[in-house]
């Protein structure tokens, strides 16, 4: 099963920008649909974007415009590229990894990061 850790969090201001990045272990990443979720304090982990194992990609409308998620199968890699941040994108993201298509919920995804917290002050 594919491991994943996620880097790249961190403290910046309304408007900042960020890039997570999600490094994968094992041989068999690029058949993976690569997704990002994210978990605010007191709120339920929601579904940020997703890229498939071919570059087709979903977004949530709340990041959409702003977040752009690209993967780089040679690396084994993922990542977030997170612009136009606001207060309300504070949460913890987690990297995920799906055999599915492009699947927007959890219970679709077989592994998981630890996270990274994403802290954007007003």
């Known amino acids: 099963q594919v491991q994943l850790v ?6 910046v201001q309304a408007g900042g920008s960020l890039r997570l990045s999600c490094a994968a272990s094992g041989r068999t990443f690029s058949r ?3 997704g990002w979720f994210r ?4 709120k339920e982990r ?3 974007a997703v890229v ?4 087709g990609v979903l977004y949530a409308d ?3 415009g702003r977040f752009t998620i690209s993967r780089d199968n040679a690396k084994n890699t ?3 590229h997170m612009n ?3 207060p309300e994108d504070t949460a913890v993201y987690y990297c995920a990894a799906s055999v599915g298509v492009l699947p927007n919920t959890e219970t679709r995804y077989d592994a998981w990061g630890r996270g990274t917290q994403v802290t954007v002050s007003s």
Do not use: R
């Not at 978990?39 to 007191?42: C, S």
């Not at 498939?52 to 570059?55: A, L």
């Open 46 to 48: 929601e579904f940020v």
């Open 52 to 55: 498939s194992s071919i570059g």
């Open 84 to 86: 136009s941040l606001k």
């Open 78 to 80: 993922v990542w977030l």
């Open 62 to 64: 709340s990041v959409k």
């Open 32 to 34: 993976y649909a690569m």
């Open 39 to 42: 978990q605010a304090p007191g």
């Open 6 to 11: 996620e880097s790249g969090g961190g403290l």
